[in-house]
């Protein structure tokens, strides 16, 4: 009947209004507030004859420290992404044809126990390994592999480490869910054929397993480029990323117009990423379906 369906419309807005009006509070109108505050002179609350601006904007790009410290949070995100996909697909790839139910419980605690501990706690973890006096330069150097030790602090190498140990399970959980929804039947086809499990692996499972990949890359690297705590602490101040930059105009300048239009560019690189993520996924349904 034509008017049952109301009933049934208003019970599912009722469900879904709680959620809505939290995303909104919590999502759209801190970034409504970060937008709006990135294109004024000022806090209008607190200031008279506010105006708007794009000084912000343009003290971003034409200043060239700037455009290097979006560039530098980019390079160490995109090396995490790749360090993260390269230690992350073989382990993921076992765990989704692993046939032990025990050995797959294992392999699936064995991801997931990093991230019972605090970030901070894991960090701190890799800075006593990490340091001029750490484990990994005291056992290379009582080795007399070298006889100075390595930089592997406060730099970008530091960073990179920290974040990918940090953000791993993400890419690997992707990819399990990715990879085990593959059936195992087509890359035994494609060996009975004639391929090499090589091949068989290179021209099934992995294209087969791209939007996992491109999930598990989005992911990682919009986590790796907002990071704070591990690129400050591996980092101390010598490599300066955007949300290190936006702490500084926050809690040293307290130019808020100025940190809002830094958080405004990085919400943009996500968002582009997010586009872009969408648009390589419609290309390779569209290959699919012409294959």
Same mark, same amino acid.
């Given at each position: 009947?034509?008017?049952?369906?109301?009933?049934?419309?208003?019970?599912?807005?009722?469900?879904?209004?709680?959620?809505?009006?939290?995303?909104?509070?919590?999502?759209?109108?801190?970034?409504?507030?970060?937008?709006?505050?990135?294109?004024?002179?000022?806090?209008?609350? &607190?200031?008279?004859?506010?105006?708007?601006?794009?000084?912000?904007?343009?003290?971003?790009?034409?200043?060239?420290?700037?455009? %290097?410290?979006?560039?530098?949070?980019?390079?160490?995100?995109?090396?995490?992404?790749?360090?993260?996909?390269?230690?992350?697909?073989?382990?993921?790839?076992?765990?989704?044809?692993?046939?032990?139910?025990?050995?797959?419980?294992?392999?699936?605690?064995?991801?997931?126990?990093?991230?019972?501990?605090?970030?901070?706690?894991?960090?701190?973890?890799?800075?006593?390994?990490?340091?001029?006096?750490?484990?990994?330069?005291?056992?290379?150097?009582?080795?007399?592999?070298?006889?100075?030790?390595?930089?592997?602090?406060?730099?970008?190498?530091?960073?990179?480490?920290?974040? &990918?140990?940090?953000?791993?399970?993400?890419?690997?959980?992707?990819?399990?869910?990715?990879?085990?929804?593959?059936? %195992?039947?087509?890359?035994?086809?494609? %060996?009975?054929?004639?391929?090499?499990?090589?091949?068989?692996?290179? %021209? &099934?499972?992995?294209?087969?397993?791209?939007?996992?990949?491109?999930?598990?890359?989005?992911?990682?690297?919009?986590?790796?480029?907002?990071?704070?705590?591990?690129?400050?602490?591996?980092?101390?101040?010598?490599?300066?990323?955007?949300?290190?930059?936006?702490?500084?105009?926050?809690?040293?300048?307290?130019?808020?117009?100025?940190?809002?239009?830094?958080?405004?560019?990085?919400?943009?690189?996500? @968002?582009?990423?997010?586009?872009?993520?969408?648009?390589?996924?419609? @290309?390779?349904?569209?290959?699919?379906?012409?294959?």
């Amino acid at each position: 009947m034509p008017g049952a369906s109301a009933p049934r419309v208003n019970s599912l807005a009722l469900l879904i209004l709680p959620s809505a009006l939290l995303f909104a509070l919590f999502f759209f109108l801190p970034i409504g507030l970060m937008a709006v505050m990135s294109v004024l002179t000022g806090n209008p609350v &607190v200031m008279p004859n506010v105006a708007v601006t794009a000084k912000h904007y343009a003290r971003i790009g034409n200043d060239s420290y700037y455009l %290097e410290v979006i560039w530098t949070t980019i390079r160490i995100g995109l090396w995490t992404t790749l360090a993260a996909l390269l230690i992350g697909y073989p382990l993921a790839h076992w765990m989704a044809r692993i046939k032990s139910r025990t050995g797959h419980a294992l392999l699936l605690m064995a991801v997931l126990a990093p991230m019972l501990t605090g970030i901070v706690v894991r960090t701190f973890a890799w800075m006593t390994l990490l340091s001029d006096k750490g484990v990994v330069n005291q056992l290379l150097t009582s080795l007399g592999l070298i006889t100075k030790p390595l930089q592997l602090m406060y730099n970008e190498t530091g960073i990179i480490i920290g974040l &990918v140990h940090i953000y791993v399970p993400f890419m690997v959980l992707t990819l399990t869910g990715v990879i085990g929804r593959i059936d %195992e039947r087509l890359e035994q086809a494609a %060996e009975n054929l004639g391929a090499s499990p090589w091949r068989a692996f290179l %021209e &099934v499972t992995l294209p087969l397993s791209l939007p996992g990949i491109l999930a598990g890359s989005l992911l990682v690297f919009a986590l790796a480029i907002s990071a704070y705590v591990t690129p400050i602490l591996l980092g101390g101040f010598q490599i300066m990323t955007l949300p290190i930059l936006i702490y500084q105009q926050i809690s040293a300048n307290f130019n808020i117009g100025f940190a809002a239009a830094l958080g405004m560019v990085l919400l943009a690189i996500s @968002l582009l990423l997010v586009i872009a993520y969408n648009h390589m996924l419609g @290309l390779v349904s569209g290959q699919r379906e012409l294959q």
